[in-house]
């Protein structure tokens, strides 16, 4: 237990939040690592009495955590478990700098339920939310955003919710051959080994939401395909859900290429960093141009997420914020 959860009682009590029924490690996590968090931001203190969690401190900062905390409660009731990151983007979407209150926070529908898991993947973010909504709507969706905002998990959750409504027959996963500043060519092994590499991503945010020998037998029947960028070529896939990731790695070509690709009852969802780009200085970066030439195309959908919708280790919005801040500066020189 934290200090300040020892001395709550020297605080004047300002609230409390009903926790009856609930699982409070889900809602406080472990070792009470959510309510110190909490206590750090507003400098009060949080502690479990019976049915309640009763809020100390000054009044103004009582009031934003009051709200933040009701939030987190009705998320767990959801089936949420609750861990620092979620914790963090729901204090945020109720303040702004000083602590002055922003608004409701935001817990959105359950779309899936993970491996081994009676837990709902949901998601944590308004633009998250408007994420899903725009694949929802509209067969060609571009999600662009910096790392960690969950533009390839919620594609690929999205994925396996059309496949299981049978809206679609297969899943394909592509992504373009574009090394980050590594020659990789000379790896050993077949061509599948080669690629593997490159799709090690899409089949880490596969394994997060079913098992390995799920995803082993989905592989073995055909219905989850990855495959190269360069090995759509001359396709037509019909009734699929066609995720390209890193597409900021794709020629202007490229993603035409790609986009027509596109058959009967199917969607297409494109992600990627236009702040990442590994091409060649001389190549167009299709993800950057795209938007200029599709941005009024009907049934075409951009979503643009951002700092605030970053969802990984607190850290990472604080590394990203730090090379914005520094590519700022070099332009400026």
């Given at each position: 237990m934290s200090d300040s959860l020892k001395n709550g009682s020297s605080l004047k009590e300002q609230g409390r939040v009903s926790?009856?029924?609930?699982?409070?490690l889900n809602l406080t996590g472990p070792q009470d690592a959510n309510l110190r968090f909490l206590e750090n931001r507003f400098g009060g203190a949080l502690v479990v009495r019976g049915d309640s969690l009763v809020i100390s401190g000054d009044r103004d900062g009582s009031a934003v955590v009051l709200k933040v905390l009701s939030d987190l409660v009705e998320r767990v009731r959801q089936g949420q478990l609750m861990d620092e990151a979620a914790v963090r983007v729901a204090w945020e979407q109720h303040t702004v700098g000083d602590g002055v209150p922003?608004?409701?926070?935001?817990?959105?529908?359950p779309l899936l339920f993970a491996a081994g898991s009676r837990m709902a993947v949901r998601t944590k973010t308004p633009g998250q939310q408007e994420y899903v909504d725009a694949v929802r709507r509209d067969d060609v969706v571009f999600s662009i955003?910096?790392?960690g905002t969950g533009k390839t998990f919620?594609?690929?959750?999205?994925?396996?919710?059309?496949?299981?409504?049978q809206l679609v027959d297969r899943i394909v996963l592509v992504r373009p051959a574009v090394e980050?500043?590594?020659?990789?060519?000379f790896l050993p092994g077949d061509l599948q080994d080669k690629i593997n590499p490159y799709l090690r991503p899409l089949f880490d945010a596969l394994s997060d939401i079913m098992g390995a020998s799920q995803i082993s037998r989905y592989i073995a029947s055909g219905v989850i395909e990855a495959s190269p960028l360069a090995y759509m070529r001359g396709r037509t896939l019909n009734n699929s859900f066609v995720i390209l990731d890193e597409?900021?790695?794709?020629?202007?070509?490229?993603?035409?290429?790609?986009?027509?690709?596109l058959g009967f009852q199917s969607k297409a969802v494109i992600t990627g960093d236009i702040t990442q780009i590994d091409l060649d200085v001389r190549d167009k970066s299709g993800l950057v141009h795209v938007q200029e030439i599709l941005g009024e195309t009907e049934g075409v959908s951009f979503v643009e997420l951002g700092g605030a919708d970053i969802v990984r280790h607190p850290l990472v919005r604080r590394i990203v914020d730090a090379f914005e801040a520094a590519g700022i500066e070099s332009e400026n020189i």
């Open positions: 926790v009856e029924g609930l699982e409070l922003q608004g409701t926070g935001h817990a959105g529908e955003g910096p790392a919620l594609a690929v959750v999205m994925a396996m919710e059309y496949l299981k409504q980050a500043g590594e020659q990789l060519g597409a900021q790695n794709t020629t202007v070509g490229q993603m035409k290429m790609f986009l027509t690709r």
